[in-house]
């Protein structure tokens, strides 16, 4: 079932389009991503979807609300962690969540999610006294102490380390597995990669692109490569390989083999090397990312 529905959605700020017909929706317990550099309208479509914006045209409804004329009610149903999140320094963590709680007519228990997200012995810590990684599941906690149904999560990650990054992954893969839907908006393709089970790729106020990460990738058409090095047996010519289903060439230096192709073409290729007992070592495929994808889309690599 789909929480949340948006058709031709569009924003303008005088002559500058920010948003020009961008319509997707978000299956209920998914974590949906939104993708793209900055600029590219994505925080202003979710703030739109969130109520926080007006949008100029096209229809939204989130959990069956629409955000502007049930702003009220649809607040006491999400979450939203914002893109830019501050709070006073001297604000102890049980004060920050004591007041979010209050926000809202059943809350949930934030001396629980003192415990669930790691903050218990940080509670009569000031917000100016923890660190990014602490600040970031503080933010969370913050963006649930409502119950909601669906979390949007804004750049969560910008600004951490690379274990804090990955310590905070877990953290929203733990929000999903408590039934709440996720909304994460981020320009870091690893972390939509790994986290998301569809994501939306936005450029220049559109999206170029609708499906599962792994379903992006493989609409680009693009070349990846499989190289490894013969050990024993031989291949009585590289013919062997350069019929096969896929493979649009291949080239040796030696015993040093690179097999460029495009689909499944590496299971071809390994399938080949057993049928003429070749065994073969440092085997690697470079695998396509969004990265290439989004490259092969718009014409330019994501800053």
């Given at each position: 079932?789909?929480?949340?529905?948006?058709?031709?959605?569009?924003?303008?700020?005088?002559?500058?389009t920010?948003?020009d017909g961008?319509?997707?929706?978000v299956?209920?317990g998914e974590?949906?991503?939104?993708?793209?550099?900055?600029?590219?309208g994505?925080?202003?479509?979710?703030?739109?979807v969130?109520?926080?914006r007006r949008?100029?045209?096209g229809?939204?409804?989130?959990l069956g609300?629409?955000?502007?004329?049930?702003r009220?009610?649809?607040?006491e149903?999400?979450?939203?962690?914002?893109?830019?999140?501050?709070?006073?320094d001297?604000?102890?963590v049980w004060?920050?969540?004591?007041l979010?709680?209050s926000?809202?007519?059943k809350?949930?228990?934030?001396?629980?999610?003192?415990?669930?997200?790691?903050l218990?012995d940080k509670?009569?810590?000031?917000?100016?006294?923890l660190?990014g990684?602490?600040?970031?599941?503080?933010?969370i906690?913050?963006?649930?102490v409502g119950?909601?149904?669906?979390?949007?999560l804004?750049?969560?990650t910008?600004g951490?380390?690379p274990?804090?990054?990955?310590?905070?992954?877990a953290l929203?893969?733990r929000?999903?597995a408590?039934?709440v839907?996720?909304?994460l908006?981020s320009?870091?393709?690893?972390?939509?990669?790994?986290l998301?089970?569809r994501?939306?790729?936005?450029?220049?106020?559109r999206?170029v692109?609708?499906d599962?990460p792994?379903?992006?990738v493989d609409?680009?058409?693009?070349?990846h490569?499989m190289?490894?090095?013969?050990?024993?047996?031989?291949?009585?010519?590289?013919?062997?390989?350069?019929?096969?289903?896929g493979?649009?060439r291949?080239?040796r230096?030696?015993?040093?083999?690179?097999v460029?192709?495009?689909?499944?073409f590496a299971?071809a290729?390994?399938?080949?090397l057993?049928r003429h007992?070749?065994?073969v070592?440092?085997?690697?495929?470079?695998k396509?990312t969004?990265?290439d994808?989004?490259?092969?889309?718009?014409?330019?690599?994501?800053?």
């Open positions: 079932m789909a929480v949340i529905e948006v058709m031709d959605l569009r924003k303008r700020y005088g002559d500058l920010v948003l961008v319509s997707f929706s299956e209920e974590i949906f991503g939104i993708l793209g550099p900055n600029g590219a994505k925080t202003t479509a979710v703030e739109c969130e109520g926080l949008p100029d045209g229809s939204i409804r989130v609300l629409d955000p502007v004329g049930n009220r009610a649809l607040c149903q999400v979450g939203v962690q914002l893109q830019h999140t501050q709070l006073p001297n604000l102890k004060e920050a969540l004591d979010y709680a926000f809202y007519p809350p949930g228990d934030w001396r629980e999610l003192l415990v669930e997200w790691g218990q509670r009569d810590t000031r917000f100016g006294k660190s990684g602490q600040k970031q599941r503080l933010f906690a913050l963006a649930l119950n909601p149904r669906v979390a949007f804004d750049e969560l910008t951490l380390d274990q804090a990054r990955r310590a905070t992954w929203i893969k929000i999903r408590t039934g839907t996720v909304v908006v320009h870091f393709m690893d972390e939509v990669e790994e998301c089970d994501a939306a790729i936005f450029d220049q106020g999206i692109a609708l599962t792994a379903g992006i609409e680009i058409d693009a070349d490569e190289r490894f090095t013969l050990m024993a047996g031989e291949l009585a010519d590289l013919t062997d390989l350069t019929g096969l289903p493979v649009a291949v080239t230096t030696g015993d040093r083999v690179v460029t192709g495009r689909g499944d299971t290729v390994t399938a080949q057993a007992h070749v065994l070592s440092d085997l690697r495929i470079d396509r969004l990265d994808a989004f490259v092969a889309l718009t014409g330019r690599p994501l800053e």
